[in-house]
Antibody, heavy 124, light 107 residues
Framework: VQLVESGGDLVQPGGSLRLSCVASGFTFTDYAMTWVRQAPGKGLEWVSTISVSGASTYYIDSVRGRFDISRDNSKKTVVLQMNSLRADDTATYYC??????????????????WGQGTLVTVSS | EIGLTQSPGTLSLSPGERATLSCRASQSISTNLAWYQQKPGQPPRLLIYGASRRATGIPVRFSGGGFGTGFSLTISRLEPEDFAVYFCQQYGASPRTFGGGTKVEIK
């Protein structure tokens, strides 16, 4: 099982960035997918989850309306489109596999495995 | 939102010693708790889920326990590779949240 993120970069406040995560080694269409971030030297923060079908999406309040999560099951890829970026969005963003479908308001479970992460820096 | 408080913030121990880490939830989460280990420059690795179930490939020296609001992670005898930061995570209610972490350092 492998998750490989890409797309992290240095971006100015107010800018946009698109993160991608390519999955391999498991049946992608059996699991929801999640993004978790970690600010430099800080703890972990769940950011967003997308269900197996893509019909259910979930966001932490601080990114709702600015970030958009999507998935392409044919390409085994999950994407996080980040707009109106702020300095406090600076973090390493990890892609992680959920443990079930997480459809229709389900909470979800633990995250396993995680990708290596991609660094997003928001600064002028 | 359910808050998770981990203690202590830092645990200074020697190899071979026993480590006991605590995670307290602001409201009951049954056994909906996971533990992760993170080493510098690496992503978190799942150790425990369901409060007490070891993930695949995790050594038996790692054990978890607890129910409701109080949880613990015990490392029976610290190996050199166990010195790292440990996080708990709850999935009893949305949004899923993490504790602030406990650093286990070499004394």
């Amino acid at each position: 099982v492998q998750l490989v993120e890409s797309g992290g970069d240095l971006v100015q406040p107010g800018g946009s960035l698109r993160l991608s995560c390519v999955a391999s080694g498991f049946t992608f269409t059996d699991y929801a997918m999640t993004w978790v971030r970690q600010a430099p030297g800080k703890g972990l923060e769940w950011v967003s989850t997308i269900s197996v079908s893509g019909a259910s999406t979930y966001y932490i309040d601080s990114v709702r309306g600015r970030f958009d999560i999507s998935r392409d099951n044919s390409k085994k890829t999950v994407v996080l489109q980040m707009n109106s970026l702020r300095a406090d969005d600076t973090a390493t963003y990890y892609c992680a596999k959920d443990q079930d479908w997480v459809e229709r308001g389900a909470v979800g479970q633990w995250f396993d495995p995680w990708g290596q992460g991609t660094l997003v820096t928001v600064s002028s | 939102e359910i808050g998770l408080t981990q203690s202590p913030g830092t645990l200074s121990l020697s190899p071979g010693e026993r480590a006991t880490l605590s995670c307290r939830a602001s409201q009951s989460i049954s056994t909906n708790l996971a533990w992760y280990q993170q080493k510098p420059g690496q992503p978190p690795r799942l150790l425990i889920y369901g409060a007490s179930r070891r993930a695949t490939g995790i050594p038996v020296r790692f054990s978890g326990g607890g129910f409701g609001t109080g949880f613990s992670l015990t490392i029976s005898r610290l190996e050199p590779e166990d010195f790292a930061v440990y996080f708990c995570q709850q999935y009893g209610a949305s949004p899923r949240t993490f504790g602030g972490g406990t650093k286990v350092e070499i004394k």
